[in-house]
């Protein structure tokens, strides 16, 4: 068993007793829910997968990561073979944030992930990776990753599985409650930032929305909301009830439309705060099951002709509106991405295939030949769709020359027969550019595309903009900084032409781009320093219910390079002494790869005046945060 997070929790036990800390449950911070190095031989915590599972698994003393005992999966026969472990066994909640790490070895090449599975309210299974990693019969670690579930996922378990059936090692496995920490509430909202502009959104998923911390950040900050997945074809087609429906009527042109739970977690969120939303998305090569294409609505049945497919077009797009319009009457769906990611870069349509063979073709080309499908979308979308919902066409590589021909023909024409409201503008940008500091797309290169999308006359949305950077760049955290305020002044030029601005995500770790730190805010649901950027300077009016107030945004968090203030036990180098530096320092010296600290901060860390830092120079910021010494 690791005891670096004991001696963190029992520093951070120390600092809590003396003063609140940025945890809203510390005992959180303590929580080792199932440690092991297999050093007992105890293995009764995993099991296989099901009946189907054929894998053994059993203590091994051969070839451990650490000490001499670890555990072995032998007599896989399938990728997802491998063990897993009950979430209820080991009394985890839903709505809290939980740590899993280990170590794993394949016996020859392999991708090996963890995974979690779930029962939704339908008694439909659910398979969601986590992580993942590639082991070349060597020993690799599955870095701590944190994830959360919700109330109404039932069976929840996490497990390990592979791309094949080699045999599998587990060690030094860790499931551990995340520390919960508080948003900030001395930095101004977005939304009330850029309330005079255009509103300001984020993409959120069910298990991501979970926390308490994640709803507190919502409300402060967005004004629209995105569902990342849950409005996907793949989550809204119903193929048992769309089966049913075919065998007992014989008609092959009305897929089944249901709302899950992880939708409804969102929308009773949007619902009960008042919060609009864009729905994503309509029609899409990717994320849209094979078997609604084919004649028998199976994955290996024929594929259907165009007059087929345009109905079933038309009535799943029928289906969504109604289904919403019943369940939903109260949520304000202002917008809508009726087709997405339909060309390619250069401007020629997708690759005749199916998604699922992750080469990016679509079967949506497959059945008609091209494009063609995007005029009957806009249509459908049209005729369906609640009035005040407005419609667009969204893609990323926007700003690519041929694809941003491609899109301005297609949009012109579907303005022309008023089929069409706006273009959506994914904008996932790069503030490195293959481990170099140029950023790509460059800021005037992505402002001359706004100019260009501007000039049709059409509503323009950011809709999924994220910005990251390579952690081996020197001042990644500044060049970020200093790209999204470009990003941001490019587009309040364009205020007018522009009705919603959507960050991809809430924090750093659960973006989809994670291993870059793409958003506004970290892990800890701090702001970073391209927060300060986009909103310094501004001027913005906040109402109250007796008056109304006119401030202008200023700095507020510091960068790496921030320099010593030469103040004893100031670790973070913000000026002053408090508990947020005990903290700091804690998790720094229980080796947490996460708490950065720069070499002025180190100076000042080192309170005792002795060599190196470590627990003690803890104790005694305490004993100045508690005035037992100067």
Same mark, same amino acid.
């Given at each position: 068993? #690791?005891?670096? *997070?004991?001696?963190?929790?029992? =520093?951070?036990?120390?600092?809590?007793?003396? $003063?609140?800390?940025?945890?809203?449950?510390?005992?959180?911070?303590?929580?080792? =829910?199932?440690?092991? &190095?297999?050093? &007992?031989?105890?293995?009764?915590? +995993?099991?296989?997968?099901?009946?189907?599972?054929?894998?053994?698994?059993?203590?091994?003393?051969? &070839?451990?990561?650490?000490?001499?005992?670890?555990?072995? @999966?032998?007599?896989?026969? $399938?990728g997802w073979n491998g063990p897993s472990i009950s979430l209820e066994s080991l009394g985890c909640e839903p709505g809290v944030q939980y740590l899993a790490s280990a170590w794993v070895k394949m016996k020859w090449y392999n991708t090996v992930r963890l995974s979690m599975q779930y029962t939704d309210e339908d008694g439909q299974p659910h398979y969601d990776n986590l992580a993942s990693i590639q082991s070349d019969g060597k020993w690799v670690q599955i870095p701590e990753t944190k994830f959360s579930f919700t109330k109404n996922m039932k069976d929840v378990s996490i497990y390990i599985e592979g791309s094949d059936d080699a045999d599998m090692w587990l060690d030094d496995f860790s499931l551990t409650a995340a520390p919960v920490y508080k948003i900030q509430d001395d930095i101004p909202g977005l939304k009330d930032v850029y309330h005079d502009y255009f509103k300001i959104g984020g993409a959120v998923t069910a298990k991501e929305l979970s926390p308490s911390s994640t709803q507190d950040l919502i409300l402060k900050h967005y004004n629209s909301l995105t569902l990342g997945n849950e409005l996907k074809p793949e989550n809204l087609l119903d193929q048992t009830a769309t089966l049913a429906y075919y065998e007992e009527t014989g008609d092959n042109t009305v897929p089944m439309v249901k709302l899950n739970g992880a939708a409804k977690i969102i929308l009773d969120f949007c619902r009960d705060h008042d919060i609009p939303?864009?729905?994503?998305?309509?029609?899409?090569?990717?994320?849209?099951?094979?078997?609604?294409?084919?004649? &028998? +609505?199976?994955?290996?049945?024929?594929?259907?002709? *165009?007059?087929?497919?345009? *109905?079933?077009?038309?009535?799943?797009?029928?289906?969504?509106?109604?289904?919403?319009?019943?369940?939903?009457?109260?949520?304000? +769906?202002?917008?809508?991405?009726?087709?997405?990611?339909?060309?390619?870069?250069?401007g020629q349509p997708r690759q005749k295939g199916k998604y699922e063979d992750n080469n990016g073709s679509s079967a949506w080309v497959a059945v008609f030949g091209d494009n063609s499908f995007i005029e009957p979308a806009f249509e459908y979308a049209r005729k369906y769709a609640p009035k005040e919902t407005k419609l667009y066409y969204n893609d990323y590589n926007e700003y690519? $020359?041929?694809?941003?021909?491609? @899109?301005?023909?297609?949009?012109?024409?579907?303005?022309? #027969?008023?089929?069409i409201d706006g273009i959506g503008l994914q904008s996932h940008l790069n503030v490195t550019n293959n481990g170099t500091t140029d950023p790509f797309p460059s800021v005037q290169m992505y402002e001359a595309a706004l100019k260009k999308y501007a000039e049709l006359g059409l509503d323009l949305q950011v809709t999924e903009l994220d910005a990251t950077y390579t952690a081996t760049v020197a001042n990644g955290e500044k060049l970020q900084a200093e790209y999204y305020s470009g990003i941001m002044d490019a587009i309040v030029k364009y205020k007018d032409s522009i009705s919603a601005v959507v960050f991809w995500g809430t924090t750093d770790d659960q973006s989809w781009r994670k291993e870059n730190f793409p958003l506004l805010f970290d892990e800890k649901y701090q702001a970073k320093p391209c927060f300060d950027s986009i909103i310094d300077g501004i001027t913005y009016t906040t109402?109250?219910?007796?008056?109304?107030?006119?401030?202008?945004?200023?700095?507020s968090t510091s960068s790496e390079t921030t320099p010593s203030t030469g103040l004893r036990g100031d670790v973070n180098c913000d000026n002053s002494v408090d508990v947020s530096d005990a903290v700091l320092l804690a998790r720094f010296v229980a080796e947490d790869k996460t708490a950065v600290i720069t070499e002025s901060g180190k100076e000042n860390a080192d309170a005792n005046n002795k060599d190196g830092l470590t627990s003690d120079d803890v104790v005694t910021i305490l004993r100045i945060i508690a005035k037992l010494e100067k």
């Open positions: 068993m #690791k005891h670096t *997070k004991k001696v963190a929790a029992a =520093l951070l036990s120390g600092v809590l007793a003396l $003063q609140g800390a940025p945890f809203l449950n510390p005992s959180a911070a303590e929580g080792d =829910l199932y440690v092991t &190095d297999f050093e &007992d031989g105890n293995v009764e915590a +995993f099991s296989k997968r099901g009946d189907e599972d054929t894998s053994v698994i059993a203590s091994c003393t051969e &070839d451990a990561h650490g000490g001499s005992t670890c555990m072995s @999966i032998t007599g896989r026969s $399938q939303v864009r729905g994503h998305v309509l029609v899409w090569h990717s994320q849209t099951p094979y078997w609604f294409f084919t004649d &028998d +609505f199976t994955p290996e049945g024929t594929l259907v002709d *165009k007059d087929t497919m345009l *109905k079933r077009m038309e009535n799943y797009i029928k289906g969504v509106f109604e289904v919403l319009e019943a369940e939903y009457p109260d949520v304000d +769906f202002y917008a809508w991405d009726v087709v997405n990611e339909a060309w390619e870069d250069g690519m $020359q041929g694809k941003q021909e491609a @899109i301005i023909k297609m949009a012109t024409s579907l303005k022309e #027969k008023g089929l109402t109250a219910s007796t008056s109304t107030t006119s401030k202008t945004t200023t700095s």
